[in-house]
């Protein structure tokens, strides 16, 4: 079974562009969270998407924001871009979880490594 | 406000020894538990999970171990292998917080020497 895939791995922006990356999950998984890595902040959670819908949401401005497609795909937008925003960015699949029902593991992608000058 | 927490940044283990790395969790809505290993510059890979409902998982060479009353897990690697240098995160969830939400604590860099 194929691994969730991440595009681009390497992109360099410019201070207040904006940039799209993209998560394909592994097959069968409806659920998709997004992760920032920094050395300052570590693993941080950004948002995670079930059904087309955000259905948790972490600690980061309205300049981070997400979506996902019917076929589980998903995709982060980050606009405005800041020097701070320089990070890996790891997008992780998983069956959903549900309350009172069996919990699953997350998987990771390779990730994309952004760096904003 | 560091809800899990890795307070040994680094561990060295000879090969065929136990490594024993450590976690601490604040939260006691955190009901699941994960540890994953990471090199650089690769996502996350899953080793290990255990549910609040147990104290202790096995899974070949690693072992979870949860103590929920002193809000405390470990990861045991028997023997330890060159191969299991890496970065290793303890990660937690609740229910709460909504299901695939994870808190990662700050890491701890294994090395394993020959």
């Known amino acids: 079974k194929a691994g969730v895939t991440q595009t681009p791995r390497y992109l360099i922006k410019t201070r207040g562009q904006q940039v799209t990356l993209s998560c394909s999950p592994i097959s069968g998984h409806r659920s998709v969270s997004w992760y920032q890595q920094t050395p300052g902040q570590g693993l941080q959670f950004l948002f995670e998407?079930?059904?087309?819908?955000?259905?948790n949401k972490g600690n980061f401005p309205g300049r981070f924001s997400g979506r996902q497609f019917s076929n589980s795909r998903s995709e982060m937008n980050v606009s405005t871009l800041e020097l701070g925003d320089s990070a890996l960015y790891l997008c992780a699949s998983s069956l959903p979880t549900f309350p009172g029902l069996t919990r699953y593991e997350q998987y990771f992608g390779p990730g994309t490594r952004l760096t904003v000058t | 406000d560091q809800q899990v927490k890795q307070n040994s940044p680094s561990l060295s283990v000879q090969e065929g020894r136990i490594s024993i790395l450590n976690c601490d969790y604040t939260?006691?809505?955190?009901?699941?538990f994960l540890w994953y290993k990471k090199y650089p510059a690769e996502g996350p890979t899953f080793l290990i999970s255990i549910s609040s409902i147990k104290d202790k998982n096995e899974d070949g060479r690693f072992t979870v171990f949860l103590n929920k009353s002193a809000k405390h897990l470990s990861l045991h690697i028997v023997p330890s292998q060159p191969g299991d240098s890496a970065v290793y995160f303890c990660?937690?969830?609740?229910?709460?917080?909504?299901?695939?939400?994870?808190?990662f604590g700050t890491g701890t860099q294994l090395k394993v020497e020959l």
């Open positions: 998407y079930f059904s087309e819908t955000q259905r």
């Open positions: 939260n006691s809505m955190f009901d699941y």
């Open positions: 990660a937690a969830s609740g229910l709460t917080g909504g299901g695939n939400k994870l808190t």
